[in-house]
């Protein structure tokens, strides 16, 4: 999905960085910043940049919103503007305080504040009401009685056009009438909405007489059951933004077509008028990002939850190690699009090992363990030797490991036939430990019955110490390992790709659960670690030196039993994939 075009842009981004007069840091411009130094340039709003962010609380924050959330905070910190955080809470059967709380925990996790500008749609209800009865008054509202189902049949198709409800030309005093008895909880679900009054043959459907107020006898999470009548989306929206002085309403291509109605909204009840800007939404491959897809993958228990490190959600990211720069740094990288595009996974995989190379420290795992003896390194003697803490930031100095008789590698750094060209450990040829000595396969110990190789017997050449300068011999090959005297153990879970094909939500011969990839976790509950590692604490992100970055769990780690996450391999996809566009 990706072409040569998209990825040298993507490479190109970020390679200018100026400054504005409030000495903010300006990103590479785009149509949307375009739109707003026209706007500041005609003053259209006092100079003024006011943006905001309004998820819904149904769910948790995905990556997708990572994206817009930088979006609009960037905009207001780049032009010394504000950037509001408003809950969109119209929906009570599907809201809730947690997603609330992991919102606002995400948004504070990833950098961003919004002062005291936390809003709900919720806090705008008796206004929304009364613009509602401007609007009747005004007879451009009307009280409909039509089932949803007749509702639905009445509003026509893309090629034809809908029919005017037999309630349509109700009389203001009616409509009024029948408006407040629905506040007032009279009637039941179903048995009326409240419709703007504005073209039934209009080839835009959002102007066929949308509903803007349904009844729904549910308890609301900030309001409780103070009311029965809930605002549409549509509704609710532009007229939160006129209230909170919004300059510019910055939302995803799927509203493009709602633009024609937020502005009819607003210039019916002739109030403040923002701007709605419609951009691209992110499209990350191997990766769903609609809540529901997403909610199904939790109720069906296919991920453990919503901060399954599986999932593209903002926790699951934090989880599975993450950082806050990273994530900024992909959205930023990503850019601002007009056209809907996929974006490769292993652009946001590459943000996360280039924030992680500079900042982790380098330890030795193993994670499949095989025994080692060397056996003529002296029983029962150990020794400390130095091994370097991030070659990147030689300021993070180094660190002591143990090295005894006995030592763990990993298993696939042995073969008993190798290959042309494997430079790890075989029969008889000989590797480097890595900072500490040259080691030679001289035995093999295998199981008599299934033939498993059990345990290898080595020698060690004490000349060929790391660092002691003693000797001039040298082998190709260097491999990790662990000594197994003060050896931690651990259990380590390898993530992989949650679908097994690029674009699961648009896979029209198949349902997307069925898209989903068996192998997406592996759990390794006898991996040994470096002592160092004893001291972590959850949330902590190392490098295993030939293995990947990894993270201390957050959840699962407890006190006598490490968990660690695999963030990302080593190998950088991305890298070669832009190298050779």
Known sequence: MNNPENTKNLRDLNKTDIKNENNASIKPGNFITEI?????????????????????????????????????????????????????????????????????????????????????????????????????????????????????????????????SPYRNRSAEENLSLFERMRAGEFKEGEHVLRA????????????????????????????????????????????????????????????????????????????????????????????MSKRKLLQLVEEQIVSGWDDPRMPT??????????????????????????????????????????????????????????????????????????INNPEDLSMGKRRVTFSR????????????????????????????????IIKCEKVIKDNKTGEVLELRCTYDPATKSGSGTSDKKVKGTIHWVSAVDAIEAEVRLYDRLFLVEDPSYEKEKDFMELINPNSLEILDTCKMEKSLLNSKPGDKFQFERLGYFCVDTVDTKEGKFVFNRTVPLRDTWAKISKTS
């Not at 532009?238 to 002085?245: A, R």
């Not at 992680?356 to 029983?379: G, H, T």
């Not at 590698?409 to 480097?432: A, H, M, N, Q, Y």
């Open 36 to 164: 707003i130094d026209e706007d500041l340039k005609t003053n259209k709003y006092g100079g003024k940049v006011h943006t905001r962010f309004p998820p819904e609380p149904n769910g948790y924050l995905h990556i997708g919103h990572a994206k817009s959330i930088c979006l609009n905070f960037g905009l207001a910190e780049t032009y010394g503007g504000l950037c509001n955080l408003r809950f969109d809470d119209t929906n009570p059967t599907k809201e809730e305080v947690e997603y609330v709380d992991s919102i606002i925990e995400d948004l504070r996790w990833l950098g961003f504040d919004w002062g005291d500008r936390l809003y709900f749609a919720s806090d705008y209800f008796e206004q929304l009401f009364e613009y509602a009865v401007k609007l009747i008054k005004k007879g451009k509202a009307y009280v409909d009685s039509l089932t949803m189902e007749e509702i639905r049949g009445y509003r026509g198709t893309h090629t034809e056009p809908g029919k005017e």
């Open 197 to 288: 009054k504005i073209d039934m043959s209009s080839p835009n459907m959002n102007l066929r007489d949308p509903i803007m107020y349904r009844i729904r006898h549910a308890s609301h999470h900030r309001t409780d059951n103070k009311w029965c009548i809930y605002p549409m989306y549509d509704w609710a929206h532009g007229q939160s933004d006129s209230i909170e002085g919004i300059t510019h309403s910055i939302c995803t291509l799927e509203f493009e077509n709602h633009r024609p109605l937020y502005d009819w909204f607003l210039d019916e009840l002739e109030i403040y008028h923002p701007q709605q800007i419609e951009f691209a939404r992110l499209n990350l491959s191997y990766t769903v």
């Open 314 to 387: 903002i926790s699951a990211l934090r989880r599975r190690g993450y950082t806050p720069e990273s994530i900024r740094l992909f959205s930023e990288r990503v850019g601002v699009a007009k056209r809907d595009n996929m974006i490769d996974v292993a652009l946001l995989e590459h943000s996360i090992r280039e924030d992680l190379n500079k900042r982790a420290m380098r330890v030795m795992a193993v994670l499949k363990p095989l025994k080692v003896v060397i056996e003529n390194y002296p029983e029962n003697q150990t020794e400390e030797l130095d091994a």
């Open 406 to 437: 006995e030592i763990f590698i990993e298993r696939e750094d042995f073969l008993e036939f190798p290959p042309k060209k494997f430079f790890r450990l075989s029969p008889g040829t000989e590797v480097r430990l890595r900072y500490a000595y």
